[in-house]
C-alpha cells in the first residue's frame, strides 16, 4: 500500500468515526509513523509502506477512533508556532490560548524588565512562548502538579529558556517570591458536571473547575491582590458564557479596577482583563482608616478584599 493510499483510507475511517479534522489527524499520525515532515510526506506520496510500518500507522489509527488524542499519541503539539512535548500529564494546549500570550506581550513588552507570573502552567507552553518574546522578562510559572512541572522543565531545556522561568510547585499564588506586573492564567474551566470525552485522556486536575466551572478562576481572583504590582494586569482565560460571571465577580472585588473581556477568533468571549489602577497612597489607608484595626485590614487584603476605590479616596 502506498502512502497516498494509506492516508486515504485512514481518512474515511477516522470521518466514519466522527473524528474532526480527519485528514490533518491521518497526515499526522502517518507523519509520527515514519519520522518524517510534512514536506517529505507530500514528496514521498507515491512510496510503498513496509508492512511493520502499515501495522504501526493502523495501530495508532486504532488508538485515535479510541478516542486518545492525537498530541497524546504523537508526544507533540504545536502552540504559538512552536513544538511543545505533551504527556496524559498535562492538558494539550489549545490554539484559543493563543490569544493569552497575545493580549500578555501587548500589555507588558513596553516595561523595561516585566515581571509575570503564569498560575496553571500545565506544559509550559504559554510561559515560554512569552519567555522566546520577551527576553528581558522574569518569569515564574506554577502548577500544582509536580508532574506537569516535570513536563514544563523539559520544555524548557528544549526552548533554551531554563534560566529565564522559575517553576514552582504549589497551590496558585503561594509559591511566587514577589509581586509581580502580570499574572496570566488558563485555570481549569469545565464545570465538572459537564467534562468532555477527553477528559477519560487529559488530567482531571486540568479540567475540572468545580460548580459552573468557575471555584478556581474565582480562588485566583481573591488571591491575585497581594501579589500585583500597582498597575498591575490579570489575564484570565475563560469558557464559553462565563464572561459575565466572571466580570461581575471581579467587579465586586476591584470595583475601579478596568475590566475587559476580548473574544477568541470563533467570536467566542475568552480572555478577561483587570488593571489595577496605580495608588501611591495604598498603604496609607490600612494605617490611616483603621488605625486600631491593622490586623484586620491586612486579613482583607491578604484574602482580596481590597477596596481600590478607598484607596484612590484616600490618596485624594
Ligand atoms: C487548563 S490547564 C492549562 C495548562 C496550560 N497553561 C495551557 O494553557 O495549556 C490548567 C493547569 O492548572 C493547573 N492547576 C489546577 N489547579 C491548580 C491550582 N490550584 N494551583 C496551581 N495550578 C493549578 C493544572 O494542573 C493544569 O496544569
Redesign the pocket.
Known amino acids: 500500500m502506498t502512502l497516498k493510499q494509506a492516508l486515504s483510507r485512514a481518512r474515511g475511517i477516522l470521518a466514519a468515526g466522527n473524528i474532526e479534522d480527519a485528514r490533518l489527524e491521518s497526515e499526522l499520525l502517518i507523519r509520527h509513523t515514519l519520522k518524517i515532515s510534512q514536506v517529505q510526506l507530500y514528496l514521498d506520496l507515491d512510496r510503498k509502506l513496509s508492512l511493520n510500518q502499515e501495522q504501526t500507522f493502523w495501530q495508532l489509527i486504532r488508538r485515535r477512533l479510541g478516542g486518545e488524542p492525537t498530541a497524546y499519541i504523537t508526544k507533540h503539539r504545536e502552540?504559538y508556532g512552536l513544538d511543545f512535548y505533551v504527556s496524559p500529564d498535562?492538558?494539550?494546549?489549545?490554539p484559543e490560548?493563543e490569544l493569552?500570550v497575545e493580549m500578555a506581550l501587548d500589555l507588558i513588552q513596553n516595561r523595561p524588565v516585566p515581571t509575570i507570573a503564569?498560575?496553571?502552567?500545565?506544559?509550559?507552553?504559554?510561559?515560554i512562548s512569552l519567555a522566546l518574546k520577551l527576553p528581558r522578562a522574569k518569569i515564574y510559572a506554577?502548577?500544582?502538579?509536580a508532574l506537569?512541572l516535570k513536563v514544563a522543565l523539559f520544555n524548557c531545556q528544549r526552548h533554551g529558556v531554563v534560566d529565564r522561568i522559575c517553576l514552582l510547585h504549589?497551590?496558585?499564588l503561594?509559591p511566587l517570591p514577589e509581586p509581580v506586573d502580570l499574572v496570566v492564567?488558563?485555570?481549569?474551566?469545565v464545570d465538572k458536571l459537564e467534562m468532555p470525552e477527553s477528559a477519560n485522556f487529559e488530567?482531571l486536575?486540568?479540567?475540572d473547575g468545580g460548580s459552573d466551572g468557575l471555584e478556581?478562576i474565582y480562588?485566583?481572583c481573591q488571591q491575585v491582590t497581594d501579589m500585583l504590582r500597582p498597575d498591575g494586569y490579570l489575564l484570565l482565560?475563560i469558557g464559553q458564557g462565563q464572561g459575565k460571571g466572571v466580570t461581575t465577580y471581579l467587579h465586586s472585588l476591584f470595583s475601579s479596577a478596568k475590566i475587559k473581556i476580548a473574544p477568541d477568533l470563533s467570536g467566542i468571549e475568552r480572555v478577561v482583563s483587570l488593571r489595577l489602577t496605580h495608588n501611591p497612597a495604598g498603604d496609607k489607608l490600612i494605617n490611616w482608616v483603621l488605625p486600631e484595626n491593622k490586623e484586620q485590614a491586612m486579613n482583607r487584603r491578604r484574602n482580596g478584599h481590597y477596596e481600590y476605590n478607598c484607596l484612590r479616596q484616600a490618596g485624594n
Open positions: 502552540f498535562v492538558l494539550i494546549p489549545r490560548s493569552l503564569e498560575i496553571g502552567t500545565g506544559c509550559g507552553a504559554v510561559a506554577t502548577d500544582i502538579s506537569a504549589g497551590d496558585m503561594d492564567a488558563n485555570l481549569p474551566y488530567p486536575l486540568a479540567l478556581k480562588q485566583l482565560e
